[in-house]
């Protein structure tokens, strides 16, 4: 399994337990796990509202989210179920947010309900609303501490965990004496070897190039997209309870700025969404030449920009600028002035892209053909929720790998 973040490691999990009888081994590129994507995120255990019905999105996540917290309880993870207000500010949102608690319905979204004015300040006293959706279900859990526990149970079942190994080549090694046993070689980028029979790569940021690498399409390509957040000043978190969304726009491709509580009881506020010029950017000014001229050499991309080039252009004034990204904010809670924030840290998404510029919304799996591609299955996108649906991912991975290599 190539990438020990939270999708990598719950596969090797799964797979570990269900075939005792093979050898398994992570391969992870950075010294420590749940390293980026993983380690990167907002810490929230969503519930399943938002995602197309009947997608793999919509349906592993409901699924993620019960055996994510079935799974903290069993190994003492601490986790809180505070909840999530989605919250309509204009009249123009309620039919969206309506149509929204329809879905999430037919998600089988445990708990769901409208609440009026009233409910919203009794829910949350410091935030204005006309409308919200209540989902009393989401949560929020320190998902680095999850990976490290998958990663516990993987290695207790006996499998071996390498880090500081970049994987840069695949290809069918020689024929020789155990050649037929383990044909695929994967070489890292220190010249070290490891023969084996299958490969599951869980590359997140490098998803798209692992593929290319093993001989499989680069479609879809993976565009970095940062996320910074602010912060609350700890003497000003008594402001928010749970999770407080905005109604999403399906004119822009992101979801807008929201209040998450955390786990060590700071409030993140955020994110916004710019490119990143480096594939595990997390400040500023970090630039890589080859990851910049990878995305802006890529026809999807320029679709894209030029469809949502206003949005992009305020996401970037509201990066720079604070005092914008504190006027979204007071759309909810009026109370909170840039007086009261602070920048806070960054992600970055992994955001695959087609050639005509359509955001990928749901999870991508996909092999290749002939000798390599045939012993490969590529997790080509696993954006939010991938880490509440890890469990329930790593649990279709294996049903995959059991059907594609015939084990």
């Known amino acids: 399994v190539v990438g020990a973040g939270i999708v990598g490691l719950a596969s090797a999990r799964e797979l570990s337990r269900r075939y005792p009888s093979l050898t398994f081994a992570v391969l992870e590129k950075e010294q420590e796990l749940a390293h980026h994507q993983s380690g990167h995120n907002s810490g929230v255990i969503h519930s399943g509202i938002y995602y197309k019905p009947g997608s793999l999105k919509a349906k592993l996540c409901v699924e993620g989210a019960a055996l994510c917290y079935e799974y903290c309880d069993q190994k003492g993870i601490p986790y809180k179920q505070c909840g999530k207000l989605i919250v309509a500010v204009e009249q123009e949102e309620i039919p969206r947010l309506k149509a929204l608690y329809e879905r999430g ?3 089988n ?4 309900k409208l609440i009026g004015a009233k409910e919203i300040q009794a829910k949350e006293p410091f935030c204005r609303g006309l409308m919200a959706l209540d ?48 044909p695929v070689v994967v070489r890292s980028s220190k010249g070290e070897e490891i023969s084996c029979r299958h490969i599951v790569t869980c590359g997140g940021l490098y998803s798209d190039r692992l593929s290319e690498i093993s001989g499989c399409s680069p479609e879809p ?6 996320g910074d957040y602010l912060v609350l000043k700890p003497e000003k978190c008594y402001m928010v309870k749970g999770n407080i969304y905005p109604v999403p726009n399906p004119r822009f491709p992101f979801l807008g700025f929201h209040f998450t509580p955390r786990m060590d009881g700071s409030v993140w506020l955020g994110p916004n969404a710019v490119l990143a010029f480096k594939r595990e950017g997390y400040r500023l000014f970090d630039f890589s030449t080859g990851d910049f001229l990878d995305a802006v050499m890529y026809s999807g991309l320029w679709k894209l920009v030029l469809r949502n080039l206003s949005y992009g252009l305020s996401e970037i004034y509201r990066a720079v600028f604070l005092s914008a990204q504190v006027k979204q904010l007071q759309k909810f ?16 998404r992994a955001q695959a892209l087609d ?5 990928v919304d749901d ?17 080509r996108n696993a954006p939010s929720p991938a880490a509440t649906s890890s469990l329930a991912i790593a649990k279709m991975i294996a049903d995959e790998v059991k059907r594609r290599f015939e084990l």
Request: proline share 5%; no cysteine.
């Open 333 to 348: 809670i009026p109370e909170v002035t840039v007086n009261d924030v602070l920048r806070g840290p960054s992600g970055v």
């Open 355 to 359: 050639s005509d510029g359509n955001l």
């Open 221 to 226: 390509r993976i565009v970095p997209f940062r």
């Open 363 to 379: 999870f991508v799996f996909d092999g290749g053909s002939g000798d390599i591609g045939s012993r490969i299955l590529h997790v």
């Open 135 to 182: 989902s009393p279900y989401t949560g929020i859990v320190n998902y680095k501490q999850v990976a490290q526990s998958y990663a516990e149970d993987f290695q207790e079942a006996g499998g071996t965990i390498l880090t500081d190994f970049e994987v840069t080549n695949m290809e069918m090694g020689q024929e020789s004496e155990d050649g037929l046993k383990y």
């Open 105 to 107: 319905l037919q998600n």
């Open 109 to 112: 979204v445990p708990g769901l």
